[in-house]
């Protein structure tokens, strides 16, 4: 069983398109995990049919018991958070801002404090239009997405892959380089770069890249809108090969992504578009790649 | 006299945030044209908060003013009067401070600088220190003030940072300053970070599936936080018209519609600013800025 992660660092660089057309290909030899939990948009593609679903705690917050606080402020005092405000004459605790921590209720002289797990979303199984099942979640509002969510789903979707002895678990993974995309690379067996030929597709794929090097994963890329700028592409290209990252194919900027999914389809799924054989042609390479 | 002149600074204060549910919807484009184009006539900072992708200084160059490190505050072991009690670890709700045989081991990356072992160590051996995490940088783009701070690769929380390149902000720039935020994606925490002190918020979306799925999170979000917003379509023309039908049910102002074009995608990779190379976009950015000039006064 090998495991794939697509990133991109920056958004909009067409990675949720792509991870749902390999979706699309792989069929019945993959499972898929949607691991942008904060903007998850792959069921808007792949349809997924809800089978299973599971409320997920993660973190705690801070309740102050009104009946036992004697108002002495202590709690106030020590936060470094500024969760905890007194302006209505009660000592409440914000959630949006409180950490966690727990810090207060060490210093409540009475023991008024309580820390409370929060349920921070849902995480469920579906099956979808490819005849794969897919693990995705929905994180709550303003949540902490510490991670701990996308490592669940990671983990739910390897202990459907391996229960149904599938060889692939594709990964859309999550964006920037904090928690949440460190929680999507662990364990990957290989990285998939999405990026796009401008400043800023290059900054953010260095940024991410010097991330995936710390894992020690081997990784290649795809350039999406390759004809968008010629100049900054090649720049791509080299950093590329100076750094050893495979180059898997260049694709031209093309609004038919955008066209198949007002129709909620992925690409491959026009026959006709030149942009299918090319994606088709990268996941027979891709798996050539993992065989190795 | 003095309520009078307090009242004309309070009128002025103003902080705009630039938020999407989703990246890549133009957000960076959307604050970087409009930061410039309003600061030609007024005072205004641009703040890139998207610390863990900052991309907004890509497209301005101008002169460096200050360069400054940035730092969270993490525990540092002293032996010598340690006790090995362990009251450190079970304290830590994070697993950022572990009693290992004789020692006591700390995991930066995974503190929140909550200062709990810290102060309840009853031996006090463990004082907080400085730990560098990310970088700020300050810059003049002609008469544009523009501040923006890097998460260092490795670190993992980017709470901390926005929140000390606010307060940065707050110090070294005046009431009278227009401050613009150009926002993280998403809606959890570094978002919340980014908008929870703005007046008002600007959602930047694309008139797809996706821009509308990611868009709905973004205004619940900020509907949570209780901030008032408007929209701001980019690639307008491409997709479908689902984004202005849910604003207008849902009783959202668009404030500007950007138009799709190829030309447009080409400058940004570039690096460029839009507007003055592309005569129906600055048209929209007129609205856009109009739209903002509305919100100072009405403050
Ligand atoms: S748990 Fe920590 S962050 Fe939350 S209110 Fe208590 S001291 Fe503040
Ligand atoms: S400061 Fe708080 S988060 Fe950091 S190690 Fe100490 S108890 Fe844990």
Redesign the interface.
Same mark, same amino acid.
């Given at each position: 069983m090998k495991e794939i992660v697509i990133i991109s !660092?920056? !958004? $909009?660089?067409g990675k949720?398109s792509l991870t749902a057309s390999f979706a699309m290909l792989a069929g019945q030899t993959a499972v898929i995990a949607d691991c942008d939990v %904060?903007?998850a948009?792959m069921h /808007?593609l792949l349809k997924p049919e809800r089978i299973f679903e599971e409320d997920f705690y993660s973190g705690?917050a801070a309740v102050i018991d009104q009946d036992k606080c004697i108002q002495c402020g202590k709690c106030q005092e020590?936060c470094?958070?500024n969760a905890i405000d007194n302006s209505t004459g009660q000592y409440l605790v914000s959630n /949006?801002n409180c @950490?966690? +921590? !727990? =810090?207060c209720g060490?210093v409540c002289p009475v023991g008024a404090i309580e820390?409370i797990e929060q349920n921070v979303g849902k995480c469920y199984i579906s099956k979808t239009k490819a005849d794969n099942k897919m693990v995705h979640a929905g994180?709550k509002?303003?949540? %902490?997405?510490s $991670?701990k969510l996308v490592a669940k789903v990671k983990h739910e979707a390897k202990a459907s892959a391996e229960k149904d002895g599938k060889e692939y678990i594709i990964v859309d993974g999550s964006?920037?380089?904090? +928690?949440p995309v460190?929680s999507s690379l662990s364990g990957a067996d290989f990285v998939v770069f999405v990026t @796009?030929?401008?400043?800023? !597709?290059i900054? %953010?794929l260095e940024?991410v890249y010097? /991330?995936v090097k710390?894992f020690q994963i081997p990784s290649g890329c795809i350039i999406n809108?390759a004809d /968008?700028?010629e100049k900054?592409s090649k720049d791509i290209e080299k950093f590329l090969a100076d750094n050893e990252i495979i180059h898997l194919t260049n694709l031209p =900027?093309d609004?038919s992504f955008?066209t198949a999914?007002?129709k909620?389809q992925t690409i491959v799924e026009d026959k006709t578009s030149p942009i299918t054989a090319s994606i088709e042609q990268c996941w027979q390479d891709l798996k050539i790649i993992l065989e190795k | 006299m003095t309520t009078s002149i307090v009242c004309l600074i309070e009128r002025l204060k103003m902080k705009i945030a630039i938020a999407s549910g989703k990246g890549g919807t133009g957000k960076t484009t959307v604050a970087t044209n409009l930061a410039k184009y309003l600061s030609e006539n007024r005072k205004v900072v641009l703040v890139d908060l998207d610390v863990e992708e900052p991309n907004s200084g890509l497209f301005l160059n101008g002169s460096l003013m200050n360069q400054k490190e940035m730092f969270k505050k993490i525990p540092n072991w002293e032996s010598e009067n340690c006790t090995l009690c362990g009251k450190c670890q079970s304290v830590c709700n994070f697993n950022a401070i572990m009693k290992l045989g004789e020692n006591i081991m700390v995991f930066p990356e995974l503190c929140h600088s909550c200062y709990a072992c810290s102060e309840l160590c009853p031996t006090q051996s463990l004082p907080m220190i400085p730990m560098k995490m990310g970088m700020l940088t300050e810059y003049k783009v002609e008469q544009l003030g523009f501040v923006g701070s890097k998460l260092d690769i490795g670190q993992e929380q980017a709470v901390p940072l926005i929140a000390q390149t606010l307060d940065y902000v707050d110090e070294m720039y005046s009431d009278d300053y227009l401050k613009l935020y150009d926002a993280p994606p998403g809606t959890s925490c570094p978002v919340i970070e980014a908008t929870k002190d703005a007046d008002f918020i600007f959602l930047v979306t694309e008139p797809t599936p996706f821009g509308l799925h990611d868009m709905k999170l973004a205004v619940e979000t900020m509907r949570e936080l209780k901030k008032p917003m408007a929209v701001i379509i980019n690639r307008y023309g491409i997709g479908d018209a689902e984004v202005e039908a849910y604003c207008k049910v849902e009783g959202i102002d668009i404030i500007a519609n950007f138009p799709n074009q190829r030309y447009i995608a080409e400058l940004y990779s570039q690096g460029k600013l839009i507007y003055p190379h592309v005569p129906e976009f600055k048209a929209e950015l007129l609205k856009a800025a109009d739209y903002c000039k509305h919100l100072v006064k009405e403050n």
């Open positions: !660092g920056k !958004g $909009g660089t949720t %904060d903007a948009d /808007l705690v020590i470094r958070f /949006l @950490e966690g +921590c !727990g =810090y060490h820390m994180l509002i303003g949540a %902490d997405n $991670g964006p920037g380089i904090g +928690c460190v @796009e030929p401008t400043v800023s !597709g900054h %953010d940024r010097q /991330l710390k809108k /968008l700028n900054v =900027y609004e955008t999914m007002t909620g | -």
